[in-house]
T-cell receptor
Framework: AQKITQTQPGMFVQEKEAVTLDCTYD???????LFWYKQPSSGEMIFLIY??????QNATEGRYSLNFQKARKSANLVISASQLGDSAMYFC??????????????FGSGTRLQVQP | GAVVSQHPSWVICKSGTSVKIECRSL??????MFWYRQFPKQSLMLMAT?????????EQGVEKDKFLINHASLTLSTLTVTSAHPEDSSFYIC?????????????FGAGTRLSVL
């Protein structure tokens, strides 16, 4: 079974508008972390935002916020006030287990976001 | 955020030759680093977990004799693609997490595009 599911292969948004990128996850581990990364055409993976399974509040980082609905196992990324530079692939990822740098991430299939002027 | 350096960014080689890719954590120590592979228009797939001072752990289906990993210091892991063939052409990217930071966010190198002729 897919551990991370991103159902939107591609999304379009008008510049300055908000957009939500969907992500659902599957794990039986009570401790886990959820991440969003941006991958521009250059290929680098840019960390955007993190949500821990025990975090009570939704994470926010500037124009990025994570809509964490634990019961529904969803961790949607919201980008407010879209900019042309936001056009890229966006990956949702999960690390199962306690906070540790020794566990790899499992990635979703990604969503390609295109911001239109 | 923390900086992970990956070199080279692009390499073209003839079939049958070996290619070494370096991954360095520039401002932190990383006892564990991860190597991922990404084929065009696909997601990142974990190849192996590199552990400083011990053998790497390879994912199912990844040939350990073909993809040699050496993690000889706390800041350097290398991936050597031995006897490369055209089917090994891909985007290889490493990541590491500064243990001293909370959340254990994985930071990625810029990736290496390997083209085997």
């Amino acid at each position: 079974a897919q551990k991370i599911t991103q159902t939107q292969p591609g999304m379009f948004v008008q510049e300055k508008e908000a957009v939500t990128l969907d992500c659902t996850y599957d794990t039986s581990d009570p401790s886990y972390g959820l991440f969003w990364y941006k991958q521009p055409s250059s290929g680098e993976m840019i960390f955007l935002i993190y949500q821990g399974s025990y975090d009570q509040q939704n994470a926010t980082e500037g124009r990025y916020s994570l809509n964490f609905q634990k019961a529904r196992k969803s961790a949607n990324l919201v980008i407010s006030a879209s900019q042309l530079g936001d056009s890229a692939m966006y990956f949702c990822a999960m690390r199962e287990g306690r906070d540790t740098g020794r566990r790899a991430l499992t990635f979703g299939s990604g969503t390609r976001l295109q911001v239109q002027p | 955020g923390a900086v992970v350096s990956q070199h080279p960014s692009w390499v073209i080689c003839k079939s049958g030759t070996s290619v070494k890719i370096e991954c360095r954590s520039l401002d932190f120590q990383a006892t564990t680093m991860f190597w991922y592979r990404q084929f065009p228009k696909q997601s990142l797939m974990l190849m192996a977990t590199s552990n400083e001072g011990s053998k790497a752990t390879y994912e199912q289906g990844v040939e350990k004799d073909k993809f040699l990993i050496n993690h000889a210091s706390l800041t350097l892991s290398t991936l050597t693609v031995t006897s490369a063939h055209p089917e090994d052409s891909s985007f290889y990217i490493c990541s590491a997490s500064p243990a001293a930071l909370a959340k254990n966010i994985q930071y990625f190198g810029a990736g290496t595009r390997l083209s085997v002729l």
